[in-house]
């Protein structure tokens, strides 16, 4: 999805190369008009999805202009808010097309990431953390140890872009539920993989496979 004023930006930082010396416009300042246009379409769908209350914009404007610089469009987004702690409701799923939040549920991080909150990323095999970025979701598959689960392809080079290779899947596991959380005080830790509870896992399979996008919000 791209919004007007983005196409514009986009535009016209390609004209500007072609003008005479004395009206070019530097890099930096296109970059800068890009950047507003990016931020004022990402403000306006924002509103619409009236997230206010839900969602923090700026984690929202985040995974919007992940999404423009890559180019990827989605019908459904699911964003995780990692600066959340994991015994809150961090994980929604987002249409994009009919402008509504349909779902806010709870979302594990990795092990190597921290206890309650998530504080720490890595993109390195063995490190059992989570890795931050935007994800385009694959196939369903089946996984031995956790079932029903979602391919997730990295698209951030030295961020999340060995998701596959690390087996950073979406999956159910019984240690995301309210249950759990009362009696701990937080989630259960994947090795890495944002799982979700076993009940949510059908859903997440029917609004993200083949599709749609997944974004990991963190702080450093």
Known sequence: MVHTPLLLALLFSWL???????????APAAAVVVENAEVAAASELYGALCLEGELAEPVFTAGYRHMARYGVTGKVIAIADMSQPSDAKRLYIID???????????VAHGQGSGDRMCSSFSNQEGSHQTSMG??????????????????LHGLERGLNNNALDREVIMHGADYVSPEFIATNGRCGRSWGCPAVSKEQMPRMIDLLADGGLLYVYGTR
């Open 134 to 151: 935007l994800y385009r979701v694959g196939a369903e598959i089946v996984s031995p140890k956790h079932g029903r689960a979602l391919l």
């Open 16 to 26: 500007i190369p072609s003008m005479d010396s004395t009206s070019r416009v530097s």
């Open 96 to 106: 994009l097309e009919k402008k509504e939040l349909v779902l806010r549920t709870w």
